[in-house]
């Protein structure tokens, strides 16, 4: 649910390294609540198949968001913990695709006709590693079997390596339909590049923004990263010079987390590569401090915009939304996800695909839809979740129409929640004015550490899962 009231953003937030560094603990990103550790297997077919029909029938049946996961990468970053399968075996794409279109033939008529798709996002793993025909090729099957929107404010992106694609790929990417791209940079720095196995050209990846202007994307990010091996506050900046100078629509600067019992492509680096926690928070400070003297506004999170961007004027209107794709402006869609990993928001539940290609191809070659696990929301799920979206995506909630809408006592139900409050509001991160839990500039750093108080699955012993820290 979101409200119509107007938000005016944060360009910046009030970098406070001593507070960062108390509350730099696991935390979850809160791309759903609850999160994918508390997805539960069993939860299959079936479920999924009762939840489509359902969904058509409410009165006002929501738009679609489609989601397609590409996990092939033709070589290994090593500070990467994505879903991803390492070859060079170009053929394994068209493998890969055949199967999509039949999973995508298998969900397609659980969705009615008449419910457009606004939103298409193709992420990995690299979702380049598919040959412009290929890709072509997958969103017209998607087009054959979905109804797609005309409308001007449809959003159909794609994450692009700019080491494995050509201005002419993204001549025909824009043919295809794609007018958002996200590109991955992490740092420029030579002796970075090399001890994460990423080497990358200034000039190719500036000319695939530049191409991405010519041939009509309407919206290019860039991500970066803080806290990589072998990263200096000098070698950072002039990456950070370099990408303002270039004026992406949109920035996403991620803290690097260093999991190597979990990704096993990070062992290949060295802990005494990597900078102190001192010197990560330094860099964190310095992309933050330079981003919004280029006049980016802090969205939330790891992301920011210029002023003119469709997300920043979404976080002013009230209508932001935080999924699995990250920050988008398409709130009230069920999210619909093909291939490997991928996970599916529709109505109150979710559903993940298996993880292991294998078992998801297994699974498309039996005609079977490839659910691995997931969850129905009950109703406490639905009102926390309601929570989480507001501080993620307004950096407040709104007490009062949360009390109206769900018919609580908020001060009584949330008891605990408004406790575990107190140290934040006593460290300047939170302001209880009456009817309002709004984080300050100090907190718009910490809004997972917020979120985290109003998660009742954490510290459940069955999550056994480790989450990253949260700067």
Known sequence: MQTSSPVIPERNWRF????????????????????APNFAEGFGEVDFRDIA?????????RQISLYVHIPYCQSPCFYCGCNRVITRDEAKGRIYLDR???????????????????????????????????????????????????????????????????????????AIG?????????DFDPEVQKAVNREQGIDETLAIIDACRRFGMRSV????????????????????????????DRLAIYGYAHMPRLFKAQKQI?????????????????????????????????????????????QREGSLHRNFMGYTTHAQTDLVGFGVSAISHVGDSFTQN??????????VDAGRLPIWRGLMLGNDDVLRADLIQQLMC??????????????????????????????????????????????????RALLRIIAMCFDRYLGNPAEGVRYSRTI
């Open 16 to 35: 406070d390294a001593g507070l960062l560094r108390r509350y730099d603990r696991p935390g979850p990103r809160y791309t759903s609540y609850p999160t």
């Open 53 to 61: 029909r359902r969904s058509n029938e409410d009165p006002i049946p």
């Open 100 to 174: 999509l279109q039949r999973e995508i033939a298998l969900v397609a008529p659980l969705f009615d006709r008449d419910r457009e798709v606004v939103q298409l996002h193709l992420g990995g793993g690299t979702p380049n590693f598919l040959a412009p025909r290929l890709l072509g090729e997958l969103v017209g099957s998607l087009g054959r079997q979905f109804s797609f929107s005309h409308a001007l404010d449809r959003d159909f992106s794609i994450e692009l390596d700019p080491r494995f694609v050509t201005p002419a790929d993204v001549e025909v990417l824009s």
């Open 178 to 186: 794609f007018n958002r791209t996200s590109l991955g940079v992490q």
């Open 221 to 248: 990010n860039v991500d970066l990263i803080y806290g990589l091996p072998k990263q200096t506050l000098a070698g950072f900046a002039r990456t950070l010079d370099t990408v303002i100078a270039a004026r992406p």
């Open 270 to 314: 060295r802990d005494e590569d990597l900078p102190s926690a001192e010197g990560k928070l330094a860099l964190l400070e310095l992309a933050v401090q330079r981003l919004g003297d280029a006049g980016y506004e802090y969205i939330g999170m790891d992301h920011f915009a210029l002023p003119g961007d469709e997300l920043a004027r979404a």
């Open 354 to 363: 298996h993880r292991d290609l294998p078992s998801w191809e297994a699974a």
């Open 394 to 443: 307004r950096g407040e909630i709104d007490v009062r129409r949360v009390e109206k809408a769900y018919g609580i006592d908020f001060g009584e139900y949330f008891a605990d929640a408004l406790d575990a409050l107190r140290p934040l509001q006593d460290d300047g991160l939170v302001q209880c004015p009456p009817g309002t839990i709004r984080a300050t500039p100090r907190g």
